[in-house]
Nanobody, 123 residues
Framework: QVQLVESGGGLVQVGGSLILSCAAS???????????MGWYRQAPGEQRELVAV???????DYTESVKGRFTISRANAKNTVYLQMNSLKPEDTAVYYC??????????????WGLGTQVTVSS
């Protein structure tokens, strides 16, 4: 129904910046029914965590460890969500996944997932 394709991951030094993008495509009604979009991450040996979420109306929320450093934004006309990551730390190293759902929040298991993009922060 909906495909989420991430881009923008890579290798960056401590203190650097990256921007991730996630574009939704697929069935017109399914894509346009998406409300919450967000980013999760999973580091090796760790549980996946929700990093940031944004609703169709622009309300945002962040996990505590990224507040003040990461910014989530969204282009509704493009069905695309972005994650601007600044002041990156080694502990930000993880596979970052895009998630989306028709509801106004994201759970541990959203309806739609991307395949993930690797972010590596080197010291």
């Amino acid at each position: 129904q909906v495909q989420l394709v991430e881009s923008g991951g890579g290798l960056v030094q401590v203190g650097g910046s990256l921007i991730l993008s996630c574009a939704a495509s697929g069935n017109f009604f399914s894509v346009n029914g998406i409300n919450a979009m967000g980013w999760y991450r999973q580091a090796p040996g760790e549980q996946r965590e929700l990093v940031a979420v944004i609703t169709h109306g622009g309300s945002t929320d962040y996990t505590e460890s990224v507040k003040g450093r990461f910014t989530i934004s969204r282009a509704n006309a493009k069905n695309t969500v972005y994650l601007q990551m600044n002041s990156l730390k080694p502990e930000d190293t993880a596979v970052y996944y895009c998630g989306a759902d028709w509801g106004s929040t994201l759970t541990d298991n959203p309806r739609f997932w991307g395949l993930g993009t690797q972010v590596t922060v080197s010291s």
